[in-house]
T-cell receptor, first 114, second 110 residues
Framework: NAGVTQTPKFQVLKTGQSMTLQCAQD?????MYWYRQDPGMGLRLIYY???????DKGEVPNGYNVSRLNKREFSLRLESAAPSQTSVYFC?????????????FGPGTRLTVT | DAKTTQPPSMDCAEGRAANLPCNHS???????VYWYRQIHSQGPQYIIH???NNETNEMASLIITEDRKSSTLILPHATLRDTAVYYC???????????FGPGTRLSVLP
C-alpha cells in the first residue's frame, strides 16, 4: 500500500495563477483532510471531507476550494494564487470518524507563490 | 478543543530517556490526549494517545496526571532519528480535525 500520496511535490506559481493539488489514499478511508504549514508553525486545517460527497471548511478556508472526487481522491484548488499561500500543504486521511484515532499524512506539496 | 502548552525546544542525549511535557489545564472529560511528531518537514506521524490511564506502545509511553491537566510523552531510549517536532493535541474522540500548535522541537544529541 502506498498510503497517502500527493502530487506535485514542488510547485512555483506566479501571483494570480491557478492550480490543483492532488491527494489520493489507498487505505479505503472515509475521512480526508487538507492542512497547510507555514515556516516554524504548526499545521492549520483548510478543508476536510468526512465522507465521499461531503466537504466542510476548516480553520483557514479562504482562497481555496476542494473536491472529493471519489472515496480515494481529495483535491485542493487555488483559483488565484497569492504570496500568502506560499506554504507546505499536507493531505491526510482517517479510517472513520468514530473508530479511528490516527490520521495518516502524505509527504506534502511545497508551494511557492511569487 | 482544549489548548495545549509545550516548551518550544528540548535537548536529549542519545540513549537517554526523552521526557516531553504538555500542559492542557482546560481539558474536558471527553477529550483525549494525542501525540504526533514531524521529522524534517515530512508529514506528521502518529505516536500514541490516551484518555485517563497511562499508555505504552512500541514507540513511547504516555503519562497523564490524575487531574488530566498535564501529560508527559516518554521516549525511553532516544536515538538521533527521534530528532523531530513533537505535537501534543487534545480533542474529543468524535472530533473531525486535529489542531496542531507549534510543538516542541526535540534535538537528540550524540
Amino acid at each position: 500500500n502506498a498510503g497517502v500520496t500527493q502530487t506535485p511535490k514542488f510547485q512555483v506559481l506566479k501571483t494570480g495563477q491557478s492550480m490543483t493539488l492532488q491527494c489520493a489514499q489507498d487505505m479505503n478511508h472515509n475521512s480526508m483532510y487538507w492542512y497547510r504549514q507555514d515556516p516554524g508553525m504548526g499545521l492549520r486545517l483548510i478543508y476536510y471531507s468526512a465522507s465521499e460527497g461531503t466537504t466542510d471548511k476548516g480553520e483557514v478556508p479562504n482562497g481555496y476550494n476542494v473536491s472529493r472526487l471519489n472515496k480515494r481522491e481529495f483535491s485542493l484548488r487555488l483559483e488565484s494564487a497569492a504570496p500568502s499561500q506560499t506554504s507546505v500543504y499536507f493531505c491526510a486521511s482517517k479510517a472513520d470518524i468514530s473508530i479511528s484515532y490516527e490520521q495518516y499524512f502524505g509527504p506534502g506539496t511545497r508551494l511557492t507563490v511569487t | 478543543d482544549a489548548k495545549t502548552t509545550q516548551p518550544p525546544s528540548m535537548d536529549c542525549a542519545e540513549g537517554r530517556a526523552a521526557n516531553l511535557p504538555c500542559n492542557h489545564s482546560t481539558i474536558s472529560g471527553n477529550e483525549y490526549v494525542y501525540w504526533y511528531r514531524q521529522i524534517h518537514s515530512q508529514g506528521p506521524q502518529y505516536i500514541i494517545h490516551g484518555l485517563k490511564n497511562n499508555e505504552t506502545n512500541e514507540m513511547a509511553s504516555l503519562i497523564i496526571t490524575e487531574d488530566r491537566k498535564s501529560s508527559t510523552l516518554i521516549l525511553p531510549h532516544a536515538t538521533l532519528r527521534d530528532t523531530a517536532v513533537y505535537y501534543c493535541i487534545v480533542r474529543p474522540d468524535y472530533g473531525q480535525n486535529f489542531v496542531f500548535g507549534p510543538g516542541t522541537r526535540l534535538s537528540v544529541l550524540p
